[in-house]
């Protein structure tokens, strides 16, 4: 569920005291739409979850019994196949919020790509909140809202676009996510492996790094280190990309 590309509330300051205060996401999460009273009794109801890279949040079919939003690292959601192979449905970043199902069981399984930390809520309590509080669950809807359509984007992804536009158009979602600095060339962090890059595009990795080295020969990108890269030409990508302008 992405977040980062929705407008930020008119939020208010919090005190040194509250327990939001310093919060890296607070512009992001689903939970600025609440007030700081709102707030803090919203944070009293979770707990904070720390996974090392690798570790595993939730198994695809584990009961859902919480809710969680990213506040640091990056995580992995994918599903077994049938025929043993993985297909990576999406990665979660800080801000985003994850666990919120109609069914009681999660429908993906969710990985830590690098060290990460959520803030844990107990569904329930979750659900009880959002009753007692409208206005988050208007939230929930622009979040519902935003995953549809990045479901949407997926399929034709996947569908119609060749190899080297489905890399393009990944290096472009990264770099939406990737903090930018005013003046400096566009840049991309992909923390994530190349594997799973690949099954995230429905490619082999040897696709992936082929047409990578393409993308470099054609300078359009420059790797900087194994895990960031620097657009050199944004609208070349783009017009790669098939992205409507």
Known sequence: MYLSDRPVAD??????S??????PVRDLAVCNAL???ELAAFRRSGTDKLLAPGEALCWEGDAAGHVFTVTSGVLRMSKLLHDGRRQVT???FPGDFLGVTLEDEHPFTVE???ESRLCRFPRVRFDAFVEAHPHMERRLYAVA???LSAARDQLVLLGRKTAVERLASFILQMARRTRQHPGDPLRATLPMSRMDIADYLGLRIETVSRELSALKRARLVRMTSIHDLIVHDPAGLEALAAVDR
């Open 112 to 114: 830590a790509v690098a």
């Open 18 to 23: 509250h327990p939001c205060a310093g919060c």
């Open 90 to 92: 999406g990665f979660a």
């Open 145 to 147: 809202a935003t995953e």
């Open 11 to 16: 939020m208010q300051p919090l005190a040194c």
């Open 35 to 37: 007030n700081p009273d």
